[in-house]
């Protein structure tokens, strides 16, 4: 388990975390959201104890990270920017990452280099965007570490890649028990992947919560009514967005399923039915209680 606990930075002036606090949970994928600036790649960064936090704790499993070589073995840093030593080819990368982790799998290595028609003597400088990112991940996968830090992992792979690599963060999951921390800027790239997660904006954490609690206490509702009717007619629930278009309605409520159509129907409608709602309504409906646009903060 990664534990966060009023964790601040700075850059000079620049105030990159502020009293951050957040807990990552051991065999749950986590995903930190936020915009460009937000503080994501700074938190990863101190997580993987390449930084060292100015004040507050950030720990693994009760050890601090940064300077602790026995917790940083445990923990695999895959960053947005891709560096690679000049001219180096994957199987010269394979052999300097088990070097280091004495649990890399070289093997499997080589099986998911081949699966993903990647060539082991080609120099590396020469892939794509896109697969230097699928080397880096093969790679954090192959290591054995237990916590596996992804900063824009998607950004850059096609759709056929992109979906291989949330199956293999997911097997590792549940094989072994892994901790994947996917910090992403993009909502729709983690709702099918996170258990977990946390929305960071100019350096604070506005909040982190499970995403399926989340799911249940909101609900989305379209519905007709042949008379006109108000945001306020929907009371006492918490009608948290009120969409109307002619005789349609979108409302979003904070409330259990059952309590918003039991509301509805003692309102006759012409017809009505819930919706599933998306990661990015959710985040959207949340921050709005709290203030702020997340049309704004994450696009």
């Given amino acids: 388990m990664i534990t966060a606990t009023d964790v601040t930075k700075r850059f000079g002036n620049i105030l990159a975390m502020d009293a951050v606090t957040a807990v990552i949970r051991e065999g749950s994928v986590f995903g930190l959201i936020g915009s460009n600036g937000a503080g ?37 840093y895959i960053s947005d920017e891709q560096y690679f030593y000049s001219n180096a080819t994957p199987r010269e990368l394979r052999d300097f990452y088990a070097s280091i982790y004495p ?34 991940v093969i790679c954090g996968i192959c290591s054995g570490a237990d916590y596996l830090l992804c900063d824009e992992t998607f950004d850059g792979l096609d759709p056929v ?64 009514f042949q008379e006109p009717v108000e945001r306020g007619d929907f009371a006492p629930l918490e009608v948290m967005s009120f969409d109307k278009r002619g005789s349609l309605f979108t409302i979003t409520a904070r409330s259990s399923r ?29 921050t709005e209680v709290q203030g702020y646009d997340i049309k704004k903060l994450l696009f």
């Fill in 40 to 76: 994501k790649s700074t938190f990863l960064r101190m997580t993987a104890g390449i930084l060292r936090p100015d004040s507050g704790s950030l720990m693994a499993d009760g050890m601090e990270i940064y300077e602790n070589p026995q917790v940083k073995g445990r923990i695999f």
């Fill in 258 to 286: 059952e309590e918003l159509e039991e509301k509805v129907r003692s309102m006759g409608p012409v017809f009505y039915e819930v919706l599933p709602l998306s990661l990015e309504e959710i985040f959207i409906s949340e």
């Fill in 161 to 224: 890649a992109r979906q291989a690599v949330k199956s293999l963060l997911a097997g590792e999951v549940a094989e072994r028990n892994m901790t994947p921390v996917i910090a992403s800027h993009n909502l729709r790239e983690l709702e099918d992947i996170c258990d977990h997660v946390g929305l960071l904006h100019r350096g604070g954490i506005l909040f982190s919560r499970d995403l399926e609690d989340m799911k249940l206490g909101i609900h989305k509702l379209q519905c007709v």
């Fill in 103 to 136: 649990g890399f799998d070289k093997g499997r290595f080589q099986t998911l280099m081949k699966g993903f028609d990647l060539q082991m003597e080609r120099k590396i400088n020469t892939f794509s965007k896109g697969m230097k990112k699928q080397v880096s």
